[in-house]
């Protein structure tokens, strides 16, 4: 969906370092949610953003939402090979119940 | 392992054929989703039904037709598809996320997908 925009489009690290991903919605958002996706398989869900400042953190994924700024962060520290794969945010942005869309993605490669 | 699951894993079909994707999800969820992936794109809309009935149609091709037999079941029927429909079509199901009280709590759940190409 064009309202919701990840930056940057792909990442490579190299393994413990931290890095950060972004993504910024043109509209209203009335929570954000973080999927994680491996290359032909499905969304598994990461964890979901409800309120202006919330974060939240599994494991050493930490995510936030600034609901002023329309635009959520996820920060993965001490990168590991298992985080590689495709991020991608999810929201209803506007808040049109059930017409859930999805990020442009990011592909996050760690180097061993 | 995946709550909703998707069958075939599969499919390859030829453009005159009719073919069917299932989606069957026994979380007690309202709301299901198809959604189209083409390599290195994000999954896109197509279709969403609450409460078994359809609720959106993000444009999509008549040759796709959706249906929601029951509660916890979802098809989609293919029909005289183009090359350029090969792609991953994945289902997911929710809480109804306009109707629940706490729909935002939500998320959708996804099923591993069904590889589809189109001959």
């Known amino acids: 969906s064009q309202e919701l925009e990840q930056s940057p489009q792909s990442l490579i690290v190299q393994e413990g370092k931290n890095l950060t991903i972004n993504c910024t919605s043109s509209?209203?958002?009335?929570?954000l949610y973080w999927y994680k996706q491996k290359y032909g398989e499905g969304l598994i869900f990461l964890m979901m953003l409800q309120k202006g400042g919330e974060e939240k953190s599994h494991e050493k994924i930490t995510a936030k939402l600034d609901e002023k700024k329309q635009q959520s962060s996820l920060h993965i520290t001490a990168s590991q090979p298992s985080h590689a794969g495709i991020y991608l945010c999810?929201?209803?942005?506007?808040?049109?119940?059930?017409?859930?869309?999805f990020g442009s993605g990011t592909k996050l490669n760690v180097k061993p | 392992d995946t709550e909703v699951t998707q069958t075939p894993k599969h499919l390859v079909m030829g453009m005159t054929n009719k073919k069917s994707l299932k989606c069957e999800q026994h979380m007690g969820h309202r709301a299901m989703y198809w959604y189209k992936q083409k390599a290195k794109k994000p999954p896109e809309l197509m279709f969403v039904?609450?409460?078994?009935?359809?609720?959106i149609n993000e444009s999509v091709p008549s040759r796709f037709s959706p249906e929601c037999p029951n509660s916890s079941l979802l098809n989609l029927h293919l029909h005289a598809l183009q090359p350029e429909d090969s792609a991953l079509y994945l289902c997911?199901?929710?809480?109804?996320?306009?109707?629940?009280?706490?729909?935002?709590?939500?998320?959708?759940?996804f099923g591993n997908g069904t590889r589809l190409t189109v001959t």
């Open positions: 997911a199901s929710s809480q109804d996320r306009g109707r629940a009280t706490n729909s935002m709590n939500s998320p959708l759940h």
């Open positions: 999810g929201a209803e942005p506007g808040g049109n119940f059930n017409k859930f869309y």
């Open positions: 039904y609450s409460y078994e009935k359809l609720s």
């Open positions: 509209k209203t958002l009335y929570g």
